[in-house]
């Protein structure tokens, strides 16, 4: 799978960490994690805010719709990755697009231990996305 750049961001008194995705899946693959069948109700994330928590990125109607394309498009063959205390570090379209075709659970790879992050104090405009 040839994935584009992307991040997995998170707020910290450091302020923002960012994960590399496509890092987070080589680990997941080199650690040789198994998929297991996770509970949708155990992604804490699907409750709280996700896509619209930085200042300026309001949820209009078109912001939720590029979201909405992204659910439809979302391939759930692939599973979710999940940190090593079970808190969602990619895969929310795909956790949405099983929840709104009434599933309970998705496939899911858990890391073994959580890496440190790639950026500290990250700012996601100024990361780097042309590879």
Known sequence: MNLR?????????????AWDVRKLIALAAQQQIQPRWVALSDITELDQRYWFSE??????????A?????????????PILLDAEGRLMDGMHRAVKRLVQGHTDIWALQLHSTPAPDFVGADPENLPYDD
């Open 5 to 17: 750049p992307q991040y997995h961001l998170r707020p910290s008194p450091q302020g923002l960490l």
């Open 55 to 64: 200042p300026g990125d309001e949820p209009t109607p078109r912001a939720i």
């Open 66 to 78: 590029e979201h909405l394309k992204l659910v439809e498009a979302a391939d759930t063959a692939y």
